[in-house]
């Protein structure tokens, strides 16, 4: 059961990718990268179950799946605005 | 299965590096490598060196993509076309790897329990660490106190990298409010 779960889990790592290498618009890559780290996180929690030690392993994926949202928001805040905001609470160019 | 997982995630690194390199869209480029460190830590995590992918998982997914996308902001999203043939760079780059496997071919077998860095004093902090220290995960112990150091120096350099990032990427606005100011008082 394990194994077929983990084989799926792969597979579907390897279409992500694809479409993050392929993905004509911005948007298709930040949804292949964001697909991908959740799958990141259940391949994780497979592991642990696989290998037996799975309070450690949860751990880790709480992590990720945090750090996975973090990187989200970043990334479309710059698709978004062109940048992480250092040039917008003072609007020093427009006055130039 | 450790082996299919090994083999199917290694494959996906070796791709993602690739599709990193020949892609020219920057921003494509960062989502790429935030794959790639995803997919080390993955590799970390089956290697059974978790504290190690608690790290990459902090360090490589979550702030380098944060300082790499400020970067974007500063500096653009279309790759510039290379000023410089990439000949002599690739061969450097072949030759020092070639030496580097062919250095590894002396090396003891992965993991094997007779090579001289599981000799040394790796059975000493296996057996004396819950008595010394009192912590049960030995790789704490070891990094926490009987290298402790050796870690404050590391975090050291770390937070001077980090404060010299942030310097370097908070200038702009800093010299533009200067700019402001006699302007305002005027």
Do not use: C, W
């Not at chain 1, 479409?19 to 996180?41: E, H, M, Q």
């Not at chain 2, 050291?156 to 533009?176: D, E, H, K, M, N």
């Amino acid at each position: 059961m394990l194994t077929l779960v983990t084989i799926a889990l792969l597979a579907a790592m390897g279409m992500a990718l694809i479409r993050a290498i392929k993905g004509p618009t911005v948007y298709d890559r930040i949804l292949a990268s964001n697909t991908f780290s959740t799958k990141t996180v259940l391949m994780i929690s497979v592991l642990g179950f696989l290998t037996g030690e799975s309070e450690v392993y949860l751990d880790i994926a709480l992590m990720y799946a945090l750090v996975g949202f973090i990187v989200t928001v970043a990334v479309l805040k710059v698709s978004e605005f062109g940048d992480l905001g250092q040039s917008r609470p003072d609007s020093g160019e427009n006055r130039q | 299965m450790i082996e299919l997982i090994n083999i199917v995630l290694l494959g996906l690194l070796v791709i993602t590096a690739l599709a990193a390199i020949r892609l020219h869209d920057l921003f494509a480029v960062t989502i790429m490598f935030g794959i790639y460190s995803l997919l080390a830590a993955a590799v970390f995590v089956v290697l059974d060196a978790v504290d190690v992918a608690f790290t990459e998982a902090a360090v490589g997914v979550g702030i380098s993509t944060i300082l790499m996308l400020a970067t974007i902001g500063l500096v653009g999203r279309q790759e510039k076309p290379p000023s410089h043939r990439p000949l002599l760079p690739l061969v450097v780059v072949i030759v020092t790897g070639a030496a580097l496997v062919y250095g590894t071919f002396d090396m003891p077998p992965f993991a094997a329990p007779d090579a001289p860095v599981q000799q040394h004093v790796a059975p000493r902090y296996l057996e004396q660490s819950p008595h010394e220290i009192g912590i049960p995960n030995v790789v704490t112990a070891v990094l926490a106190s009987y290298r402790g150091y050796d870690t404050l120096g590391e975090l050291t350099v770390i937070f001077t990298a980090g404060v010299g990032v942030l310097v370097l990427l908070g200038f702009r606005r800093r010299r533009s409010h200067m700019a402001d100011s006699p302007e305002e008082e005027s």
